[in-house]
């Protein structure tokens, strides 16, 4: 499996970013996908999941102004972000997670939030 994140940026608090994750290769092996985030001195953490079925899962820090997507036609998972903050600034990474439990990374894509 091979994700190709793109869509981070800078932006001012309030403001909103789409991030986009196309995923290739085996994606039948796909149970779910979704986004994490690592901000500089700080361990990586889930923002938001999406399962094949359309479960979706979220932090808490992010419930009501975030939300994840897929669109299965273009294996692609979509992160909408709304009201953003300064606090959401990190480098965003995308993820797979197969039927096995395997895990697939795509690069991280840098998201500055700035006040």
């Known amino acids: 499996v091979q994700l190709q994140a793109s869509g981070g940026g800078l932006v001012q608090a309030g403001g909103s970013l789409v991030l986009s994750c196309a995923a290739s290769g085996s994606i039948f092996s796909i149970n779910a996908m979704g986004w994490y985030r690592q901000a500089p001195g700080k361990e990586r953490e889930l923002v938001a999941a999406?399962?094949?079925?359309?479960?979706?899962n979220y932090a808490d820090s992010v419930k009501g102004r975030f939300t994840i997507s897929r669109d299965n036609a273009k294996n692609t998972v979509y992160l909408q972000m709304n009201s953003l903050k300064p606090e959401d600034t990190a480098v965003y990474y995308c993820?797979?997670?197969?039927?096995?439990?395997?895990?697939?990374w795509g690069q991280g894509t840098l998201v500055t939030v700035s006040s």
């Open positions: 993820n797979a997670k197969t039927h096995t439990l395997d895990d697939y």
């Open positions: 999406i399962t094949s079925g359309g479960s979706t």
